[in-house]
């Protein structure tokens, strides 16, 4: 991408509005908050600790504010203390110009490598460097600096005890990212019907796994409804691919397909229904219909071996769920008996694979959160370039505007702080918001300013309401955020006794001198992820090989086998691949051409470990019982693939074509071996009694993760083809000579039904 256009893509996106769901109530208890700290310290000490202790409660409420799982009144103390000691160093040192840089330059060194402990830490620690440089100008003395800083913890303590006593949606974002990962179940499945490899994205799962880990004093109070749905959906949807996919054994068409569709949309209701009562705390309420096609006896004569028991499993799977959610008998029909039999010993739904998850406390996280800042100490690490790049801008930014005869200096790093981000697209576009939105702001303030002339109070109250309307359309973007932001500044500052001459005109000037320092300072000294992604393709490879290799080791030895391996691998998987699509969403808005991974080549790349997620995961939604016949060949091809992934990540980045001689020997000798791959073997339980002979009869594990093992080798030699830029010779007829080789183009385990033949986009990965 050019420069052009990046810089016109990043300017659109910063002066966006998005339309998201606003929160009234909430930002109404913030004002509140705001308004009451205000008021008290106007009555008490006058406008300028006035002002300082309502920095402190506005940037305490902007954290309550923040996407973390973390109780709201943690944030805002943490917030309103860490404020309260920047600004007290920042006025010892403020009277000494190189200790006072010296100061700045490390505590913005500091804020920036906390992005490495995530974004709500980065976030307010950035927060706090860029409020010091206003609030350190407000006091006269040591003694005036020690009590502005005590108002700023109050500040923090407001708005942690409005969060206490009026509480809004108290477990709001858990039950959202639950029902949002249910929903998005509810999605596949319907998209299932019509297209049986539909991609699938597993990050509201992700995040549902986030926000199930809770703090010790959260776990106490923790809704009954949040407990447990999560794992039993995680199990959910690996269940929902094997039973649409056509090489788990049903047909593309015919009865059997047309009874798998009717499962799929029953499932989708019984999903949507379950997410809408976790959501909202009410009843689960499902249509009776949806419940009836479970209960048909019907499926039973249709649908035979693996597809019946993924259609038992789903049922008693889609239960659980409802019981979970509303109670033990959900409105719309008792829990009967699911697909007209008696739920076998497969049908039922495994244990819990881990203990519930535990969030560490605040004071806990700090030593994690030093531990992630020393691991991205490294001259390679974005985070690490970012902080330094931020210090260095703050401090030549302070001198800059100090040394201006504009007077307020500090707006210029404080508007550089703000803005700089460890990736482009979010510096660039944040600095062209935040210019906008500060001259609408500054422009409209001004004109109410110079038109009604408030005093002290009144410009405390229109400061106020400036601050309600920022925290109701904080999400909606940056401009209308800094717009606000802009006119609750000059109004605070107007009801400390400055006139709008003297902070108006010249913010503009220098907000536009901050945001072109911060977008400098990132064309100078960037952290392109454009170079990176082949780091993050083999680190994606790598995690699905591991993940594979589990799955294939639960056939190898049912009776060793350990599930939360499974999990674990598969957690780290989903990991990786979150991390290669943020690469490529950064890199695609990035103005540097690629350095050795096309566009083509990275979406062909990311198409094959797709594959080979997914056929991992269909197997993992069969993985056999602890008294199940072992499937010794299993054991081989796990090694060769541990082996063969790890080796074929280092190649990537070497910047190789990965090779897999050992994992095509592994296959090759599986499929020479005298396996029973074309009998019939009985499943456990006593489906044959309960719902007829047809339907027990299921293909035996041998044949059927051999066949899964070929398809798992097609998928790696196309992830190969992808990586292989090398022009192919041309044959006779003007076709590429590789034209043929590949993956075939049958459905059934074996016949190598690979991204390509299937005529898929990206068709999902755990």
């Known amino acids: 991408m050019s420069w052009r256009r990046a810089l016109k893509d990043t300017a659109r996106s910063g002066l966006a509005v998005e339309k998201t769901r606003l929160e009234p109530l909430v930002a109404v208890r913030g004002a509140v908050g705001l308004a009451i700290v205000i008021a008290g310290s106007l009555w008490a000490f006058g406008p300028a600790v006035a002002a300082s202790s309502a920095f402190g409660a506005f940037q305490a409420a902007i954290a309550t504010f923040q996407r973390s799982w973390r109780p709201r009144p943690e944030l805002a103390l943490a917030s309103g203390a860490s404020l309260a000691v920047s600004t007290f160093l920042g006025y010892l040192t403020i009277s000494q110009e190189p200790l006072f840089l010296a100061l700045l330059v490390v505590w913005t060194f500091v804020a920036g490598m906390s992005w490495a402990a995530g974004p709500t830490i980065g976030l307010m620690a950035t927060s706090n460097v860029a409020i010091m440089l206003v609030t350190v100008t407000l006091p006269t003395s040591v003694a005036q600096a020690a009590g502005h800083a005590a108002m700023m913890i109050v500040g923090g303590v407001v708005q942690a005890a409005l969060v206490v006593l009026f509480p809004v949606r108290r477990w709001g974002a858990q039950r959202d990212a639950l029902a949002d990962a249910l929903a998005a179940e509810a999605d596949y499945a319907r998209r299932l019907r019509h297209d049986p490899v539909a991609p699938f994205d597993p990050l509201p799962l992700m995040e549902a796994r986030d926000a199930a880990a809770v703090t010790p004093r959260q776990a106490r109070r923790r809704p009954a409804e949040l407990h447990g749905a999560r794992g039993v959906a995680e199990r959910i949807r690996p269940v929902l691919a094997s039973l649409a996919d056509p090489a788990m054994g049903v047909p593309a068409e015919g009865h059997a397909r047309d009874r798998v569709r009717e499962l799929l949309a029953a499932a989708g209701t019984v999903l949507d229904a379950a997410a809408h009562a976790i959501r909202r705390g009410e009843p689960v309420s499902v249509p009776g219909a949806a419940l009836a096609t479970f209960r048909t006896p019907d499926t039973g004569s249709i649908l035979t071996g693996r597809p019946y028991r993924a259609a038992a499993r789903l049922n008693t799977l889609l239960q659980d769920v409802l019981e979970t959610a509303g109670g033990s008998t959900p409105k719309g029909g008792d829990r009967g008996t699911g697909v007209g039999v008696a739920p076998s010993a497969d049908a039922t739904p495994a244990a819990p694979l881990h203990r519930p998850r535990s969030r560490p406390t605040l004071f806990a996280l700090l030593p994690t959160a030093l531990r992630a800042m020393r691991k991205e100490l490294g001259r390679g690490s974005p985070i690490a370039r970012h902080a330094t790049r931020v210090s260095a801008v703050a401090a030549a930014g302070y001198v800059l505007g100090t040394a201006l005869p504009l007077g307020h200096g500090y707006w210029v790093p404080l508007i550089s702080v703000m803005v700089m981000r460890p990736d482009f697209s979010q510096t660039y576009s944040r600095a062209v918001g935040r210019f906008g939105g500060t001259v609408v702001g500054v422009a409209v303030a001004t004109a109410v300013v110079r038109l009604a002339d408030p005093g002290t109070y009144l410009s405390g109250a229109l400061a106020v309401g400036s601050a309600a309307l920022m ?49 400098l300072a990132y064309a100078v000294y960037p952290a392109w992820e454009t170079p990176r992604l082949r780091t993050r393709l083999a680190d994606w490879l790598a995690a699905q090989g591991r993940y594979a290799a589990a799955v294939f080791d639960a056939y190898a030895d049912p009776a060793l086998r350990n599930a939360p391996d499974v999990r674990e691998a598969l957690l780290a998987a989903r990991a990786a691949r979150a991390a290669w699509h943020a690469a490529v969403a950064r890199a695609t808005a990035e103005p540097v051409r690629h350095r050795g991974l096309s566009r083509t080549a990275a979406d062909d790349a990311e198409d094959a470990l797709a594959q080979l997620g997914r056929f991992a995961m269909l197997l993992e939604a069969h993985l056999p019982e602890r008294g199940a016949t072992p499937v010794p060949a299993a054991a081989r091809l796990a090694e060769a693939l541990r082996e063969s992934t790890q080796q074929g990540a280092k190649a990537i980045r070497e910047r190789r074509v990965p090779v897999w001689d050992a994992v095509r ?102």
């Open 471 to 519: 925290y109701l359309l904080m999400r909606t973007g940056q401009f209308a955020a800094q717009g606000c932001i802009a006119a609750y500044v000059v109004f605070l500052l107007g009801m400390g006794g400055e006139q709008w001459t003297q902070t108006v005109p010249e913010r503009v000037l220098l907000t536009l001198l901050g945001g072109l320092l911060a977008m």
């Open 665 to 766: 020997a592994a296959v090759e000798a599986w499929e020479k071996t005298d396996s029973p791959s074309g009998k019939e073997a009985s499943p456990a339980g006593d489906e044959a009694s309960s719902a007829g002979e047809g339907a027990a009869r299921v293909p035996s594990d041998d044949a059927f993760v051999g066949g899964a093992a070929r398809l798992v080798l097609d998928a790696l030699t196309e992830l190969s083809e992808a990586l292989d830029t090398a022009v192919p010779p041309m044959t006779l007829d003007g076709t590429s000579a590789g034209a043929g080789s590949g993956t075939g183009s049958g459905t059934e385990p074996g016949t190598g039904s690979g991204t390509k033949a299937a005529g898929v986009r990206n068709p999902g990965s755990p």
